[in-house]
């Protein structure tokens, strides 16, 4: 089922009326004046306070002026109201502040996916342009269309327009040609034309013809060739293009297999502040009537175990140096896949903070000693054992130290006293679950996660 949007009825053709609008201000390099000025006229027209599900009077729409001074929200004296009715007006305010943030918000969400969706690389585009063509062709042998050799009539037409028009407009007001046929006598009038040239005259449109044609042919072989641009620019347009890229390619081997597919992508985005971001796109939803593709139906724990692991190998891949040098700048104009609705196509968006610790760095040096755990932290493995949490207050006797897994170096058993902070700092990690990212990568590190995870099965905690 399709998404209506979040702007319906007048409201989304006041918008889309404003699109050109918005563009150009990106383009210019003043998008956020653009959108400020945007904002303020849709405020106009639809106050804080109508609902949003509720349409103007055609007067009330018609009696706008623009150029009008605003109204301010007005807080009553607190010295000339009952301190109730003060707290009431508070309270309003609070609520007003907050429905203005939210649309403020949703409106420039909007205009982000609309200039996206207007400027972003089109997987449908044909011509060695497109990198997603050039990545196709490479993958199935589909041949993209080479420059084809002009005759030397058409070369000389280009460069002609003036002359041709001229002699069609004449022609068409003396034999009342108008319409479709215009397109006929324009194509008789240029071959007459060039036909009167000299024998010289048309050697030299047949050899400039086949010197640009050579030219094209040596510029489409090395775009064929050559290895896609590393400019940020040109990466944050395939960005921007992947999901509908990836798309149709999962759902026909989805479609194909009978398998439900996810494809995750993860990097710095230059128009991000080069911030390490992961896209992930999904096919296949769950039965029933509300259908759910992965990351719908998983989303919590998608974010709470996939993000923080999928997160810390790109932390491995990328420095904070080389996220920073692939930052563009703002006066670019492009916008961040934060700002675009991503969930209304199916595809999901996470930020990975750069500052989260690399739980590699929590480990020991020497892999054949246990370390007591402070909360939340992991039981320190040699480099080939998998990592193990701490075991839970309720699964070990206070007499008798942690299991071990086979694969560990045996260890002096913990002290009466060790065990006894061990458990109470188990039992304390327990009882204070959370499900922000951020919190748990931090205080748990990304290799008790992935073990808290496989415990689970998968399931919730």
């Known amino acids: 089922m399709v998404n209506p949007g979040a702007f319906k009825g007048s409201r989304k053709e006041f918008l889309l009326s404003a699109k050109e609008e918005y563009s150009a201000g990106v383009d ?46 007005k807080i009553p004296d607190e010295n000339e109201i009952t ?49 997603y063509n050039v990545l196709l062709h490479k993958l199935t042998g589909i041949t993209l269309k080479r420059p084809r050799l002009k005759t030397p009539a058409n070369v000389w037409r280009c460069s002609h327009r003036v002359e041709v028009e001229t002699e069609v407009r004449h022609r068409a007001e003396s034999e009342g040609t108008s319409g479709k046929q215009l397109a006929a006598l324009r194509e008789k009038v240029a071959k007459e034309l060039y036909h009167k040239l000299s024998e010289i005259e048309k050697i030299e449109w047949m050899t400039q013809a086949r010197e640009e044609h050579e030219a094209a042919t040596a510029e489409w072989n ?22 509908r890229f990836v798309q149709p390619i999962l759902d026909l081997v989805s479609d194909a297999t009978g398998l439900k597919t996810t494809f995750m992508a993860g ?7 080069g911030r390490l971001n992961i896209i992930s796109v999904h096919s296949g939803t769950t039965p029933g009537d509300v259908k759910m593709n992965f990351g719908r139906a998983e989303r919590v724990r998608y974010r709470k175990y996939i993000v923080p692991i999928f997160g810390s190998f790109l932390q491995k891949c990328y420095t904070p140096e080389e996220c920073r040098a692939r930052a563009l700048p703002r006066e670019e104009g492009f916008e961040s896949l934060e700002t675009m609705d991503l969930d209304a196509e199916g595809a999901s968006f996470d930020t990975f903070d750069l500052n989260y610790p690399n ?39 206070p007499s008798q130290p942690p299991s071990q ?21 188990a039992a304390a990690s327990q ?10 990568a931090k205080e748990a590190g990304y290799n008790g996660l992935a073990h808290d995870f496989r415990d689970a099965g998968g399931g919730d905690e």
């Open 83 to 131: 301190s109730e009715e003060y707290g009431r007006a508070i309270e309003r305010y609070q609520e007003y502040q907050k429905t203005l943030t939210f649309r403020k918000a949703q409106i420039k969400r909007w205009f982000a996916y609309q200039y996206m969706k207007d400027h972003d690389i089109d997987p449908s585009e044909s011509g060695v342009g497109n990198p």
């Open 405 to 425: 897994p086979p694969s560990l170096v045996p260890s002096p058993a913990p002290s009466p006293a060790s065990l006894e902070a061990l458990e109470s700092t």
């Open 222 to 243: 090395a775009i064929i060739n050559a290895p896609p641009s590393t400019a940020p620019a040109d990466r944050q347009r395939c960005i921007q293009g992947l999901v």
């Open 359 to 397: 739980p590699d760095e929590s480990q020991p040096p020497s892999p054949s000693t246990t370390t007591i755990p402070q909360p939340n932290q992991t039981v320190a493995q040699p480099p080939s054992a998998p990592a193990v949490t701490v075991p839970s207050a309720t699964s070990s006797a």
């Open 28 to 73: 210019g390099g003043y998008a956020a004046d653009a959108l400020a000025n945007i904002q303020r006229r849709y405020f106009k027209r639809y106050p804080v306070d109508l609902p949003h599900d509720e349409e103007p009077s055609a007067e009330s729409l018609a009696s706008v002026d623009d150029n009008a001074p605003d109204e301010e929200y």
């Open 431 to 440: 009882s204070e679950p959370t499900s922000d990212t951020g919190a748990v």
């Open 267 to 273: 990097g710095p985005e230059p128009a991000h502040d």
